[in-house]
């Protein structure tokens, strides 16, 4: 690839992508701390470089022409372009992977997060790494604050204005202890509409794990909830044992059931109609996109579930 005659500089392109922002040269200027009469001067320059009039001076401003507007959005992806550039050489000028702070919902940290870690840290073991753990709501809201850079959620629903990427699926179980009804059925089956009237062992609000539930019973059944509730905890490990203590049914993830499953101390009980199915995502700030350490543990975690 090579640049034509025509091609302007960056600072010509910062300069117009702020005048047209602002609508006002003096605006701009004062922006990028320069003068009124030099950035005039830049953007007559620019102008004639590209052979187009970018914009119509007025006594109360300027404002941009067609031509204008569609440079400026083109002017706006190449800055973005050269701020990723501009960033990812700086953390190779440092000889080292910057700290990566990571906040992952509590399935997500527990069975796939060790794993892609190592596979991290065999790539490049100079990287410090900090994990925290909480809901998925306390995931977008560290990400969001920027007390991580990369988070991990288990939610169907909104990531608010956070950029997301789906790095696996999950399935969601119906889980009873060996003694209950619902396992002494012929076909172990459970219709949805009974699920949703029956009182469940269900973690706490926020939880990505009761948002998708009941996200797919309201999808499946049309019923928006309330739905009843027999207990309600913080982590995965206490619906479990809820369960086997004969609290009663609950719907945690596959991950989290498996040895409990294998070893007969839970059942499981089919839902009528298909699997429940949702999507673990990683999250970040959209003005923060992934580099070094944070996009090598992207491409590990899609890579293993691809």
Not at 31 to 40: D, I, M
Not at 125 to 149: H, I, K, Q
Not at 203 to 215: I, K, P
Not at 277 to 289: G, I, K
Request: hydrophobic content about 50%.
């Amino acid at each position: 690839m090579r640049l034509g005659p025509r091609t302007p500089d960056l600072k010509a392109l910062e300069l117009l992508v702020l005048v047209v922002e602002k609508r006002s040269i003096g605006a701009a200027a004062r922006a990028l701390h320069v003068s009124q009469p030099a950035a005039s001067q830049r953007l007559r320059a620019l102008e004639a470089r590209l052979g187009v009039v970018l914009v119509e001076r007025r006594p109360t401003g300027v404002i941009p022409t067609p031509a204008g507007e569609a440079a400026a959005g083109w002017a706006g992806e190449v800055l973005a372009a050269a701020e990723a550039l501009d960033r990812g050489v700086a953390a190779l000028r440092a000889g080292r992977r910057a700290h990566l702070r990571i906040f992952s919902s509590l399935t997500v940290a527990e069975y796939l997060l060790p794993r892609w870690l190592r596979a991290l840290r065999r790539g490049d073991r100079r990287g410090a790494v900090t994990l925290e753990v909480g809901n998925s709501a306390d995931v977008m809201a560290a990400v969001t604050a920027r007390r991580a850079t990369l988070g991990f959620v288990e939610n169907r629903g909104s990531t608010g204005s956070l950029e997301s990427l789906v790095v696996a699926q999950d399935e969601l179980v119906v889980v009873v202890p060996p003694g209950h009804s619902w396992a002494r059925r012929r076909r172990r089956e459970v219709d949805l509409g009974e699920l949703a009237s029956t009182a469940l062992v269900v973690r706490e609000q926020g939880s990505g794990t009761r948002d998708a539930l009941y996200q797919a019973l309201a999808e499946r059944t049309g019923r928006e909830g309330p739905f009843p509730i027999a207990l309600e905890l913080g982590s995965a490990a206490l619906v479990r044992a809820a369960v086997i203590a004969g609290e009663g049914p609950a719907v945690l993830s596959r991950l989290a059931v498996e040895r409990e499953l294998a070893e007969g101390l839970l059942v499981e009980v089919l839902p009528a109609g298909g699997p429940l199915l949702r999507e673990l995502r990683a999250v970040w700030r959209a003005d923060e996109p992934p580099t070094g350490s944070a996009a090598a543990l992207l491409a590990i975690a899609r890579g293993e579930t691809a």
